[in-house]
């Protein structure tokens, strides 16, 4: 059974950093492309990120350019979310999701709320 | 950059009837890359369709999918209690990928 498990939701000042972590099992890691998917409470969703399978590419929204930074350790099948100079609309539920062929996302974590306050 | 306008906003039916959404893009859609995602409160995203109309594994053929080009549409035949949900198309066709802000079917 594939399952991704995320680590605790934060709050953070503005302008702070934050790093999200994806724990994958179940399935071959390695061998699929990785997303981050967020949600600000009551919204809609908004796509962040993609990693490759081997990590050598990455893609971001314009909205994160810059700031966030995607990663993975296929040693440990983990998947990260480097977030700096975060803002108060950065505040959201981040989900980690695992692509199934060509970028439609056929599992997800259960999501980790990063609010961003002073 | 494609945008996905989505509608309804909100859908009110009863269980058994026929729900249709409308998910159309600002730009064509490459390969017809086009999925449907079904959302209930506190839960992530669960996947639905993809490439526009094929069932992701386990989903009930109940929900089926279809269009082309820049205008698509989720199907759900008969209503079940369980159905009731936000649903969001999404493309990935090209990079951003994109969502539609979502379609609430709610119970009349």
């Known amino acids: 059974e594939v399952q991704l498990v995320q680590s605790g939701g934060v709050v953070v000042q503005p302008g702070g950093s934050l790093r999200l972590s994806c724990a994958a099992s179940?399935?071959?890691?390695?061998?699929?492309?990785m997303h981050w998917v967020r949600q600000p409470p009551g919204k809609g969703l908004e796509w962040v990120s993609l990693?490759?399978?081997?990590?050598?590419?990455?893609h971001y929204a314009d909205s994160v350019k810059g700031r966030f930074t995607i990663s993975r350790d296929n040693s440990k099948s983990s998947l990260f979310l480097q977030m700096n100079s975060l803002r108060t609309e950065d505040t959201a539920f981040y989900y980690c999701?695992?692509?199934?062929?060509?970028?439609?996302?056929?599992?997800w974590g259960q999501g980790t709320l990063v609010t961003v306050s002073s | 950059e494609i945008v996905l306008t989505q509608s309804p906003g909100t859908l009110s039916l009863s269980p058994g009837e026929r729900a249709t959404l409308s998910c159309r893009a600002s730009?064509?859609?490459?390969?017809?890359?086009l999925a449907w995602y079904q959302q209930k409160p506190g839960q992530a995203p669960r996947l639905l369709i993809y490439?526009?109309?094929t069932r992701a594994t386990g989903i009930p053929d109940r929900f089926s999918g279809s269009g082309s080009g820049t205008d698509f549409t989720l199907t759900i035949s008969r209503l079940e209690p369980e159905d009731f949900a936000v649903y969001y198309c999404?493309?990935?066709?090209?990079?951003?990928?994109?969502f539609g802000q979502g379609t609430k079917v709610e119970i009349k």
């Open positions: 999701a695992k692509e199934l062929w060509s970028g439609e996302l056929d599992s």
């Open positions: 179940g399935f071959t890691f390695n061998d699929y492309h």
């Open positions: 990693i490759s399978a081997d990590g050598g590419d990455t």
């Open positions: 730009q064509s859609v490459a390969s017809s890359y």
């Open positions: 490439s526009t109309s």
């Open positions: 999404q493309q990935y066709g090209s990079l951003p990928q994109a």
